[in-house]
């Protein structure tokens, strides 16, 4: 931390500055310039924190120069980190591989999942979303199929294997989603729902952490923070697009976010562009694009039938147009230095062989 004092401050607001920092343990470096004196700090941030020291006689400023979120932080952790998804199927998402996941926006009916999840896994998926708690802009809106839709999920998941990514809205539903689901989203909506934050990193289960529409990148990585400081470090952030002036896209994928996170917090970065755009035209540039910055994975929406889909039918991919893309992602990430997930997925049998 540095303190800047201001041109106008005396000796004793030095010295009065020295002995508040000394008074908690830390030490003081003072460096007198022409103008103004700068103090370094060092010693525990968070007494600093409580000394108030923007408060006092003579100082002009005070910056930190450590990050504010520590446990999901690189300072600490240097080496990136690789989050594992599933139980009888575990499917890595991190800096070694690039994950596909797929599946429809909702949950609307047993064969409508099961229809969505077949066209994933054809493609090369190797993890299923759907929501079956839908957090809508209109309370008169879909709201999906409650438990109901969490049971059509675990079923799905039987029938294909693939691990299943649903998202939870309420600290309320948390036990429930995490006893039928292997990871549990956070949508935009909730990035900033402390409780909720901090149930989920209660739940013992993998966390999908999307940007909130309006947030900084440090304020999604204090978001994350909170889910680390319940003791779950198995956290995937999710860049879906932010809200800017521009109309032509539902959200403004902010793609510089990925290098931008992975160069600050270790923890994997996937990107969401069907939510970001909001038009499904745009899902597999925008996919390209997340595969050559060097995100660690991507997260489609797919409906057997866009048309009748009760939420986000706009962005959803068809059998055709999901193949199209899944070329893409099988060509790309070799050229980024990358491999396809799949071809890391471990299964129990070759797990305990
Ligand atoms: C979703 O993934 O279904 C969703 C609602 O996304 P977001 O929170 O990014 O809008
Ligand atoms: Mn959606």
Redo the contacts with the bound molecule.
């Keep these: 931390m540095v303190v800047v004092m201001t041109p106008e401050a005396t000796d004793a607001d030095v010295a009065h500055v020295v002995e508040r920092v000394e008074s908690v343990g830390g030490e003081a470096f003072v460096s007198t310039g022409v103008v103004r004196t700068i103090i370094g700090l060092v010693g525990d941030i968070d007494s600093f924190h409580h000394l108030n020291l923007r408060s006092l006689p003579g100082v002009g400023d005070v910056h930190r120069i450590s990050d504010p979120y520590k446990l999901v932080s690189r300072q600490h952790h240097p080496d990136r980190s690789t989050v594992w998804v599933g139980e009888t199927t575990k499917v890595p998402v991190g800096p070694d591989s690039f994950t596909f996941i797929a599946g429809p ?1 909702a949950v609307e009916s047993p064969a409508q999942t099961l229809e969505a999840a077949e066209m994933a896994k054809a493609a090369g998926a190797t993890l299923l ?1 759907g ?1 079956a708690y ?2 809508r802009t209109s309370p008169y809106a879909f709201q999906g199929l409650g438990v109901k839709g969490l049971e059509i999920l675990a079923g799905v998941r039987e029938t294909t294997g693939l691990p299943v990514v649903t ?1 939870v809205v309420d600290a309320r539903d948390v036990q429930v989603v995490a006893e039928h689901a292997d990871m549990l ?1 956070i ?3 909730n990035m900033a729902n402390f409780g909720l934050l901090q149930a989920v990193g209660e739940s013992g289960k993998p966390v999908l952490l ?1 940007r909130g529409m309006t947030a900084t990148i440090e304020e999604w990585l204090m978001a994350a923070e909170y889910i680390a400081q319940r003791g779950n470090l198995d956290i995937v952030l999710c860049e ?1 697009g932010i809200r800017t002036f521009e109309q032509a896209t539902r959200n403004t994928l902010d793609i510089s976010a990925v290098p931008v996170v992975q160069a600050t917090s270790h923890l994997p970065i996937i990107v ?1 562009p069907s ?1 970001a755009a909001g038009r499904k035209d745009l899902v597999v540039p925008l996919s390209r694009a997340a595969v050559a910055v060097g995100a660690d994975g991507v997260i489609v929406d797919v409906h057997p039938d866009p048309e009748t889909a009760l939420c986000d039918g706009p962005q959803a991919l068809l059998g055709a147009e999901l193949r199209s893309l899944a070329q893409a992602m099988r060509q790309l990430p070799p050229v980024v230095g990358r491999v396809d997930a799949s071809t890391l997925v471990r299964t129990e049998a070759a797990a305990t062989a």
Aim: charged share 50%; proline share 7%.
């Design positions: 926006c979303r929501g839908k957090p998202e989203q949508g935009t909506r999307k879906r969401d939510h």
